[in-house]
């Protein structure tokens, strides 16, 4: 299993978040990690676009560091293969935090 892989598995298997998870990630890793909370999802999950609804109301949303915020009140993991982050993607990053307040 690569970073991304782990990464992706432990955000999903964290347990008692209340808030919708959002788990931003690297444009060059965003289609690994879709595939990730894909096959992890429990039966039944409902995915529409980059969002899924888990059969008991959790959603689960995959975006990338440069789109914007999509909603407040969020559990947000990063999730960028060990990559070193940009600065432009440490700006976007402090978008998403102040924004999961």
Same mark, same amino acid.
């Given at each position: 299993?690569?970073?991304?892989? $782990?990464?992706? !598995?432990?955000?999903?298997?964290?347990?008692?978040r209340?808030?919708?998870? #959002?788990? +931003? %990630?690297?444009?060059?890793?965003?289609?690994?990690?879709?595939?990730?909370?894909?096959?992890?999802?429990?039966? $039944?999950?409902? !995915?529409?676009?980059?969002?899924?609804?888990?059969?008991?109301?959790?959603? #689960?949303? +995959? %975006?990338?560091?440069?789109?914007?915020?999509?909603?407040?009140?969020f559990?947000?993991?990063?999730?960028?293969?060990?990559?070193?982050?940009?600065?432009?993607?440490?700006?976007?990053?402090?978008?998403?935090?102040?924004?999961?307040?």
């Amino acid at each position: 299993m690569n970073s991304v892989q $782990e990464c992706t !598995c432990r955000a999903l298997d964290k347990k008692g978040r209340e808030k919708p998870l #959002i788990i +931003v %990630a690297d444009p060059a890793t965003i289609a690994q990690v879709r595939a990730m909370v894909g096959i992890s999802v429990p039966p $039944e999950s409902v !995915c529409f676009g980059s969002t899924w609804t888990t059969p008991d109301g959790k959603m #689960i949303t +995959v %975006a990338r560091y440069d789109e914007d915020p999509h909603t407040a009140g969020f559990d947000l993991e990063v999730c960028n293969g060990g990559k070193v982050l940009t600065e432009d993607h440490r700006k976007d990053l402090a978008r998403w935090r102040n924004a999961a307040k």
